[in-house]
Nanobody
Framework: QVLLEESGGGLVQAGGSLRLSCVAS????????MGWFRQAPGKEREFVAG????????SYVDSVKGRFTISRDNAKNMVYLQMNSLKPEDTAVYYC?????????????????WGQGTQVTVSS
């Protein structure tokens, strides 16, 4: 059983930055692909970014490319999402997810473990 806990959300003005963190406990963190998803009111949960267990390989949804960066620290059981140049349309609850695989899933149903989410609100 893997427990995930996100932090770092908040209210920020458009153009600002936030750094989300997710700490994992239980399991072997270095064996998990990690993903960040988001869900806005009335919308489906959307893949934002993912990183393979060995780091180095990442994937992003087109709308955040060049603005968001995912990274991980296997020694600390942490995954991060650096979000720059934030836009009002980035407003959502952001979730951290884990999957024990060497691949990089991008679909929500492929992930086994989820955090509770952290709210990100970008004002215009």
């Amino acid at each position: 059983q893997v427990l995930l806990e996100e932090s770092g959300g908040g209210l920020v003005q458009a153009g600002g930055s936030l750094r989300l963190s997710c700490v994992a406990s239980g399991g072997t963190f270095s064996s998990y692909a990690m993903g960040w998803f988001r869900q806005a009111p009335g919308k489906e949960r959307e893949f934002v970014a993912g990183i393979r267990r060995s780091a180095g390989i990442t994937s992003y949804v087109d709308s955040v490319k060049g603005r968001f960066t995912i990274s991980r620290d296997n020694a600390k059981n942490m995954v991060y999402l650096q979000m720059n140049s934030l836009k009002p349309e980035d407003t959502a609850v952001y979730y951290c997810a884990a999957k024990p695989t060497g691949l990089l899933p991008i679909l929500a149903y492929e992930y086994d473990y989820w955090g509770q989410g952290t709210q990100v609100t970008v004002s215009s």
